[in-house]
Structure formats: structure tokens, C-alpha cells
């Protein structure tokens, strides 16, 4: 038994702590000693602190590097139970999940595992949980266990692991949630979970957990009651019927994903249309309103709910009953997806991405950026160039305006962020520019923030191309059903294969017209290679994934289409600084959703005034440069400044800096499907090069020499004494951390068909899939390359565009024949495939799969502030001459007397590279602190 008298110590220190960490070793009650880490606070983790202790092997004790010996307290929630989450990594998705509760006086754990937002399942690989000891008292359970093949896991062929490292200060980083109601059934073990109410990070020092009677404190380990065991063989539950009321267990949650019983008879049947387009996004609604405005009878299809109270949404907060507003609608409290995601991110992906009408434009933070022409010039094929672009660009702009000033009023609420920052880059000699009137000037120039806002509220396609659309009797949208796959005859597409996903939705098979007929994929980089790979379209590996997952309701393997699917994933790369200034001070947006400052909610009410009709978190300057590279490529980068703080700085005087690397970089990902329908990024397309990772740091070391101009600047991340390589080195390559939200890719356009030899696109240059007659993708997926901006305008023009051309095409036997070849390397293996057109390609791609999700950064990482990590990663001298010293950066760089608009900043090679450096690493042991909402967001 575990000694009582560490619970009371808890108890004693939660009375005081308030989101308090703190490390010490401790020796429970069977001798075995910990590295122990105390956290919670503020009440909200049941009724005191938690602590969660770890002991690992000696590093000379060899065969028992999978495993650990833990020990884990957990405050009881009294009237309504409780469970607690620990993961293995510090994310919730894509990682070891173990979770505790009582029943009765019997600590129960079961291992659970999240591919994406959503309720985790039972964990099917092989985890074995052997409890040493148990107890419980009035206020907290704890138990003592043994963790064996803990560290690396596998579910469904998604491998992963965090095996601790044997260098000095390393770090292993912990995740923990806790909910304030017990499992469903709290005598089983596969019991439903609801969602936790708070979760956060810590980092466990390694080398403090290693103790050499390690291996004679496993033979402790022998089960002590049968709820003790919990080998991960249990039966999968996820992907089931949908029936499963249980919500995410991360800071990101899922929908209530309730498959409502579908009617018995499928109202669609016998009506036909010319168009069916899937997914109601920036690609999915203009399309639809510009193809029914020639008159042919088309079907929107969103799989989400309605959002905007224009279409009948109805999520919102109390101070917005009485409107017809919803929380989508408020430019101010669209951040609120990153609190409270329940119902709106789509919780079949491992990432961030609304599954509600509107799509990305419901949720985002409204950035509406004309193109820049070398956007298209550089990364699209013939026919998609700038000149082709330029009517599709500026009828976009004709329906959707830009505004750089929300309010109604004309009045910018708390503008200190733009005066700073802009301030030291005016210094600097940055030029000041409204970016959509010069959208070619991308280099050295900053901005006020330019919006789709209009009249103080989101707009974008729903306020605009989706009103017009559905003027027309020969149109008609449907939501909260899923398109799960198109049904089709060898190459011709006959209609699509639908399911009810929330109340409301629609069951069965709806069709096109017979010969003439067309359906276009609109369900975003993750959502339209999902229904592509269901429908027999992909790489082979992944149909026969779908085919071991849902055998008969695939297509014969005979009429398989394999073409590249799911590769060349793409996303802005973020890397984040975080400054203080003395005029800055913090707005609360978070706040304001449900308990707003009374006199911002009623001039937001009565005349859409005040700050709540501006991008939270008071996104306040913009700004861009380019990079040339040494291998002749020029990058892009932009720079996001908003008013909040990251990365563990406590003050409310912070801003967090996202530099995104945006067009020109050669590194891509992959999408890949897993055994339960769920889509992950199994490569990240994050600086797997010596020159993207280069192009990152002339960009810090130019923003740094940007912002000495104004001496109040303090940059408190990275630290003073950090240099840029080190930082690099250490910041985490993984969605959670570097993910800008901007996924694309996964389904290029190409003139190098993927059906022959090693081509490389999904769909040509009308966008329809190669190898069929009359499918075609019009969303994120098809864009060959990153953009300069934030990509939403962009994909409109893209829609814009595509109505053109689709609308031309004469429905005919596809030349090439279904499965012809099969071009690409099967395995789920990296990708090695050539990248976009202009742009070269990017070298061997890293292998890590760890995803650090957007849970995990949302989570406040309350102990790893108080750890230094160091040690497993080369050496910071030998990294740093790597970069270009700042003096050749800086000769580069505008002065204030100099004319920055056609400079360029220039790097040289890395002599070794980044990829190199990076492979040493033991990822993600040599990490600093975790990140804090740190990953872009906009
Ligand atoms: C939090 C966040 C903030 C962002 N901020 C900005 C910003 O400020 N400015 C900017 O320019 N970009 C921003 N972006 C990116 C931008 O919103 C996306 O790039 C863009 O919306 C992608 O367009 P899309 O048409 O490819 O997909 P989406 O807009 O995501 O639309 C896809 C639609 O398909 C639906 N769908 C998916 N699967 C199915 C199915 N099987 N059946 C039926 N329907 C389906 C989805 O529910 C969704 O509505 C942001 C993105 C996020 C997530």
C-alpha cells in the first residue's frame, strides 16, 4: 500500500497552490523513489493537487528501456466522479493514453489511444499495466504500477514512441487530463469517457528518475486486483456506430458524434444533379454558387452544422440570445476554437480544421489577403498562372472586400501592438503598406491586419456567395451529412454514398445525371483525400487499409485508381517569438465568450463597435520578407503579431510573433488514413531541409534586428542567451508546434499525371482526378506549393477559377485506364516524391510521426519552464556556424535610410544542414518548454 501520508501532503499544498508545480524525489510506501511532479491549482483538478511520479532503469540496465515504474495521485471529484489521463507523450493524439478512475475502492485503468479530437479508444497494441499498489482516502486515489512497452506504441500500423533518453538533462514530456465526471460504467475497464475539464504538460527529468533498484522494484510488480491489468488487447470500440457519446479527452474536443438514425427512406433518390459538390468551405461554396449560376442544378453537401445564425446556427453564448447571432459570427470570439472546440473541429483528423458549414471560413480569423501573382507564377502549371488568375482573383474581391478597419465606426480598438511592432519596423525601414492594395509587395513590408470582416461580423462565402446560391430554385445545400465515398463505375462517378452525421442528415446513395453528371470534392486536405481513398483512389497502401477496415463497402481492388493522394502535404511553418513592451497591455478574448466587459458586448450589440469586431487575439500587425536561398529558390515569410503571451512568459504586456515559412519551401508531408477512418499527418512537412530550416533563421535574426530598433522591446522567447541555431535545434518539428492551420497539398495539380510513371499530381489542370471520367477536387488539396498569406482568398480564386473550367468539360471516357500503374512506393513509409511545379525537390523527409497536438499547446506546460534541457542535440557552437553570421544577414537587411521593397536577405548554405543536425536528435527529449498556444493559429 502507497503511503496515506503523501495524500495529505498533496492536499496541503493544493490549499495554496495555484497551478503550482513543483520536483522532488519521493519515496512511497513500498521504497520505490520517484522524480515527482505536483500539479493543478485553482480547484479545478477535483478537490487538490495531483502528482505524478516516475522511476526508470539505470541506463545500464538494458531490456527495460520500454518501461517505467509510476505513480499516480489523483484528486476525487465528490458528487460526480472523476478520471484522469496521463499520455506517454505530451500530446493527447497519436500517443499512449493511460487512464485511472475508482470504482468503489478499485483504481481502475484502462490504455486508451486518440488519432484525432475525439473520444479515445481502447488501445489495441501491446501495453501491459501491473499495479504494485493502491489507496484511497476521503480526498484523493493513488496507485503505484508498472508501465511495461509503454513508451512505444501501435495502433492500427500508426506507430510512435518517446523512449527516454540516455543524455543528460533530458527531458520526458508528460500530458495529463482530468474530467469532473466519472466513466460512464465505472466497473469496465472499455468503459465511455466524458470530456476532461482541464489537462496540461510537464517535463519529468530524466536523469533525476533513474535509479539503479530499478530492476528489483519491478519484481513488486504483481497484479493486485483484476481491474489492475490492463493489457491494451481490448476489443476496438472507436469507429463504430457513431453512438459513442463520450467527447475528446484533449484541449481540442470533439463533436458529439451522434449518428442520428438515419430516415427510412432516402429523400434524395430520385432527383439527379449536374453538380454534386462535397464540403461547404472556401473551396465547396463558391464553386457551388458560380456553377448554379449558369443554371445547371447542383447539390451542396457539408457533412457539419449550420454555423453562422444566417443559416440557422445556434452555438453561442448568453450574451448573444436575443440575436441572430452565433459565436461564428463575432470576429472577437473566434478564438474561441482553441478553448472550446466541442461540435466544430472535425474529429476524424489528427489536426485542426472545422467540420461545420463555412468550413475553415466559419472558424478562422478572417485574413483575406489578395493574391500575391508569384503565388501562382511559381508553384501552379499552365493555365494557373498569375495572368490566368487575375479576373478569378478579382471577382473574389468584388463579392468579398477586404476591410483593415472592422468597426463600423472607423476606429481601431487597442492598436499598441501595430504601433510597436510597426513602429520598430518603420525603424528598421520596413514599409508600411495596405498589403491588398500592393498584394505583390512581399518583401519588407508590414500591415494592419486586411479581413473578410464586414459590417463588424465574419462575412467571407457564407455571407456572400452562399446568399446567392441559394436564391436558386436549382440549388440546394444539405448539411450534417457525410459524403463517405463516391460511388462509381470503373473511371465514371454515378453519385455518392452518404450518412447521417449529426440529426437531420441524409442516408444512401444520391446520384448525378446519367452521362453528364459531375462531382467535385470540396472537403479540404484532409477530408477530400478521405473520401478518395474510400472510394478506391490513392496509394495502394492506404485502400488496403480502407479495405481491411470496411471490406465489401470498398470498390473491387481491380478498380482501384492508385495516383499519389495524401502526399505533398503542405502547411505554413510556424515559429513563434514572444516580445514585452510597456504599452502593450492584454486584452482577454477568452474572457469576453462568456463573461464579456458589459460595455464591449453592448456597443458589439447595438452598432458592431468595439473591440469584439476585431480578430482576437487582437491580431495586430502583418508583415513580410523574403529569402533568397542559396539554392537560387526565394522563400517566403510572413510575420503575425498578436496581442497575447506563449511559451510560459507571464505578463500581460506580451506578444507572440508567428513567422510562417510560407511559398518557395521544399519540404512536404504526407496524409495517411488509418485502420479506423481517421486522418493523420504522418509526415509533417516541417522543415525537413538545410535551406528551409536556413530561411527560418535569417527571418529570426532579420525580426531580431528589427525589433532592437525600439529598446522597451524585450524578446523573452527565445531567451537573451539563446541563439538562434539552439533555438531551432530545440524547437519541436510537429503539428502542435508548427502547424499554421494551413494545410494543402494532398491532392496536387499537376501536368505530370500520378498514373504514369513517377508523376506527381492527383488532378490536372481543369481539376479533375486523373484515370476518371467526371470526378474532380476543388479545395486546399490542389495547391502545388504554400502560399504567401494566409491561403482562404486564395482558395477561392482557385474555386473561382475551377467553375470555368469544369463547367466546359464534356464528360468522356478517361483516356487512362484505372490502375494502370502503380507509381508510387506503397509502404507508409516517408515520401520522397518530386514537389511542386517550379519548385524542386525537397530532400529526405524525417521520419518522425510524433504529433504534439494542438491539445497538448493549448495546455498550460506549468513545469517545464523550471527545466533545462540540453545536452542531446549537437552541441550549439558547432550549430551555430551553421547560420550566416548576423553581420553578412545584416548587410542584407533595410536600413532606415535604405529602399527595402526589392532587397532581399540572403543565407548561405548550412555546410551540414539542418536534416542532418536534427536526426541526432532523440526527439522530443531535447525540447524547451513545451509550447503554450503556440502553434499559429490564423
Ligand atoms: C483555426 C483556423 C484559423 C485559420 N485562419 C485563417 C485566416 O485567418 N485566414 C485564412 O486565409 N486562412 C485561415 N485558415 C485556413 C483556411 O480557413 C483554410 O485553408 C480553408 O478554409 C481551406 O479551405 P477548403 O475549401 O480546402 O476546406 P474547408 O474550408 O475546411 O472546407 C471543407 C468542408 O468540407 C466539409 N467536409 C469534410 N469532409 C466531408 C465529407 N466527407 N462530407 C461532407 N462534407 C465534408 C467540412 O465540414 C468543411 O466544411 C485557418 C484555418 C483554421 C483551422
Redesign the pocket.
Given at each position: 500500500m502507497g503511503k496515506i501520508v503523501s495524500l495529505a501532503g498533496v492536499v496541503a499544498l493544493g490549499a495554496s497552490a495555484v497551478w503550482g508545480q513543483t520536483f522532488e524525489t519521493f519515496t512511497d510506501g513500498n521504497g520505490i523513489e520517484f522524480w515527482q511532479c505536483e500539479f493543478g491549482g485553482a480547484g479545478v483538478v477535483g478537490d487538490g493537487d495531483a502528482q505524478f511520479g516516475l522511476a526508470l532503469p539505470a541506463t545500464a540496465q538494458t531490456g527495460f528501456e520500454e518501461e517505467y515504474i509510476g505513480h499516480l495521485v489523483v484528486p476525487k471529484v465528490k458528487s460526480t466522479g472523476t478520471w484522469m489521463g496521463i499520455s506517454h507523450e505530451s500530446s493527447m493524439t497519436s500517443a499512449l493514453l493511460l487512464l485511472s478512475w475508482l470504482d468503489g475502492a478499485d483504481v481502475m485503468t484502462s490504455f486508451r489511444y486518440a488519432s484525432g479530437y475525439t473520444s479515445p479508444d481502447i488501445y489495441t497494441g501491446n501495453a501491459t499495466l501491473t499495479k504494485i499498489s493502491q489507496s484511497v482516502n476521503a480526498t484523493h486515489f493513488e496507485m503505484t504500477y508498472r508501465c511495461e512497452s509503454c513508451w512505444s506504441w501501435d495502433q492500427d500500423g500508426v506507430a510512435g514512441s518517446q523512449v527516454p533518453a540516455t543524455t543528460s538533462g533530458a527531458a520526458q514530456l508528460i500530458g495529463w487530463a482530468q474530467a469532473t465526471q466519472a466513466p460512464t460504467t465505472p466497473g469496465d475497464t472499455d468503459s465511455a469517457i466524458k470530456q476532461h475539464a482541464d489537462d496540461g504538460i510537464f517535463g519529468a527529468v530524466v536523469a533525476s528518475a533513474r535509479k539503479s533498484a530499478y530492476t528489483s522494484w519491478v519484481s513488486l510488480a504483481t497484479a493486485t486486483s483484476t481491474a489492475a491489468q490492463a493489457t491494451g488487447t481490448s476489443t476496438n470500440s472507436s469507429n463504430s456506430t457513431g453512438s459513442a457519446s463520450a467527447s475528446g479527452t484533449g484541449g481540442v474536443t470533439a463533436a458529439t458524434a451522434t449518428a442520428a438514425a438515419c430516415p427510412n427512406e432516402n429523400a434524395m433518390a430520385s432527383t439527379t444533379w449536374d453538380y454534386i459538390i462535397?464540403?461547404?468551405?472556401?473551396?465547396?461554396i463558391p464553386l457551388a454558387d458560380r456553377l448554379s449560376e449558369q443554371g445547371a442544378s447542383v447539390l451542396l453537401?457539408?457533412?457539419?452544422p449550420p454555423s453562422s445564425g444566417r443559416w440557422g446556427g445556434t452555438m453561442k453564448p448568453d450574451w448573444l440570445i436575443g440575436t441572430n447571432l452565433t459565436r461564428f459570427d463575432v470576429p472577437g470570439l473566434d478564438n474561441e476554437?482553441w478553448k472550446d472546440s466541442e461540435g466544430i473541429a472535425?474529429e476524424d483528423y489528427s489536426v485542426?480544421?472545422?467540420?461545420?458549414?463555412?468550413?475553415?471560413?466559419a472558424?478562422?480569423?478572417?485574413?483575406?489577403?489578395k493574391a500575391n501573382p508569384v503565388d501562382f507564377d511559381y508553384n501552379f502549371p499552365a493555365g494557373w498562372k498569375s495572368g490566368d488568375m487575375a479576373a478569378a482573383v478579382d471577382r473574389v474581391f468584388e463579392r468579398i472586400p477586404f476591410t483593415d478597419v472592422p468597426p463600423t465606426n472607423g476606429v481601431l480598438y487597442k492598436p499598441q501592438g501595430y504601433e510597436v511592432v510597426g513602429g520598430a519596423l518603420a525603424a528598421a525601414g520596413w514599409q508600411n503598406v495596405t498589403a491588398d492594395d500592393v498584394p505583390a509587395k512581399k518583401n519588407f513590408t508590414f500591415s494592419h491586419p486586411n479581413e473578410m470582416f464586414s459590417h463588424g461580423e465574419r462575412g467571407g462565402p457564407m455571407a456572400t456567395y452562399l446568399v446567392t446560391a441559394n436564391e436558386r430554385k436549382n440549388f440546394k445545400l444539405i448539411t450534417n451529412?457525410?459524403?463517405s465515398r463516391v460511388v462509381r463505375d470503373g473511371s465514371r462517378i454515378t453519385g455518392v454514398e452518404v450518412e447521417a452525421f449529426l440529426e437531420g442528415g441524409l442516408c444512401g446513395i444520391i446520384n448525378v445525371t446519367p452521362g453528364t453528371g459531375k462531382v467535385i470534392l470540396?472537403?479540404?486536405?484532409f477530408?477530400t483525400p478521405?473520401?478518395l481513398f474510400r472510394s478506391g483512389i490513392g496509394p495502394q497502401d492506404q485502400l488496403e487499409t480502407v479495405k481491411d477496415a470496411e471490406s465489401s463497402a470498398m470498390i473491387e481492388s481491380s478498380h482501384w485508381i492508385n495516383l499519389p493522394v495524401g502526399h505533398n502535404l503542405d502547411d505554413h511553418v510556424n515559429t513563434d517569438l514572444v516580445l514585452t513592451h510597456p504599452k502593450i497591455s492584454f486584452y482577454d478574448f477568452y474572457a469576453a465568450y462568456t463573461n464579456p466587459i458589459p460595455s464591449d458586448a453592448d456597443q458589439y450589440i447595438a452598432n458592431r463597435t468595439g473591440i469584439l469586431t476585431q480578430s482576437a487575439p487582437n491580431l495586430s500587425v502583418l508583415f513580410w520578407q523574403e529569402i533568397l536561398g542559396d539554392d537560387g529558390i526565394t522563400r517566403q515569410l510572413q510575420y503575425t503579431a498578436r496581442v497575447e503571451s506563449g511559451h510560459d512568459i507571464e505578463s500581460n504586456k506580451s506578444m507572440v510573433i508567428s513567422q510562417y515559412l510560407g511559398r518557395g519551401a521544399t519540404s512536404r508531408g504526407r496524409t495517411t488514413i488509418t485502420a479506423s477512418l481517421d486522418m493523420v499527418v504522418s509526415t509533417v512537412p516541417y522543415l525537413n531541409n538545410a535551406h528551409d530550416t536556413a530561411a527560418v533563421a535569417a527571418g529570426i535574426e532579420s525580426l531580431k534586428a528589427a525589433l532592437a530598433m525600439d529598446p522597451k522591446i524585450q524578446i523573452m522567447y527565445p531567451a537573451a542567451n539563446t541563439s538562434t541555431a539552439d533555438f531551432l535545434a530545440d524547437y519541436p518539428l510537429t503539428t502542435a508546434s508548427r502547424s499554421a492551420?494551413?494545410w494543402m497539398g494532398s491532392c496536387k495539380m499537376g501536368l505530370d499525371s500520378g498514373l504514369v510513371g513517377n508523376g506527381t499530381a492527383v488532378v490536372d489542370t481543369d481539376t479533375k482526378v486523373y484515370g476518371t471520367d467526371n470526378l474532380f477536387v476543388v479545395?486546399?488539396?490542389i495547391f502545388p506549393g504554400m502560399t504567401s498569406t494566409?491561403?482562404?482568398?486564395l482558395?477561392v480564386a482557385a474555386a473561382e477559377r475551377a467553375s470555368e473550367l469544369i463547367a466546359k468539360i464534356k464528360v468522356g471516357k478517361s483516356s487512362l485506364v484505372a490502375n494502370s500503374t502503380v507509381p508510387y512506393p506503397t509502404g507508409n513509409t516517408n515520401s520522397t516524391l518530386p514537389q511542386g511545379a517550379g519548385s524542386p525537390s525537397g530532400s529526405a523527409v524525417p521520419s518522425g510521426t510524433a504529433i504534439f497536438d494542438s491539445a497538448a499547446s493549448n495546455a498550460t506546460s506549468r513545469c517545464t519552464k523550471q527545466i533545462t534541457l540540453t545536452g542531446s542535440r549537437t552541441s550549439s557552437s558547432s550549430l551555430a556556424t551553421e547560420f550566416p553570421a548576423s553581420s553578412s544577414l545584416t548587410t542584407a537587411f533595410p536600413t532606415a535610410t535604405s529602399t527595402p521593397s526589392t532587397s532581399h536577405a540572403s543565407f548561405s548554405l548550412p555546410s551540414t544542414g539542418y536534416q542532418a543536425t536534427n536526426g541526432t536528435l532523440p526527439y522530443p527529449t531535447a525540447t524547451t518548454s513545451s509550447p503554450s498556444g503556440s502553434s499559429g493559429?490564423?
Open positions: 462535397v464540403g461547404a468551405g472556401a473551396g465547396g453537401i457539408e457533412k457539419g476554437i472535425c485542426m480544421a472545422g467540420c461545420v458549414l463555412g468550413g475553415g471560413t472558424v478562422n480569423a478572417g485574413l483575406w489577403w451529412t457525410t459524403v470540396s472537403a479540404g486536405a477530408g478521405k473520401i492551420n494551413h479545395d486546399a488539396s494566409n491561403p482562404s482568398a482558395i493559429r490564423e
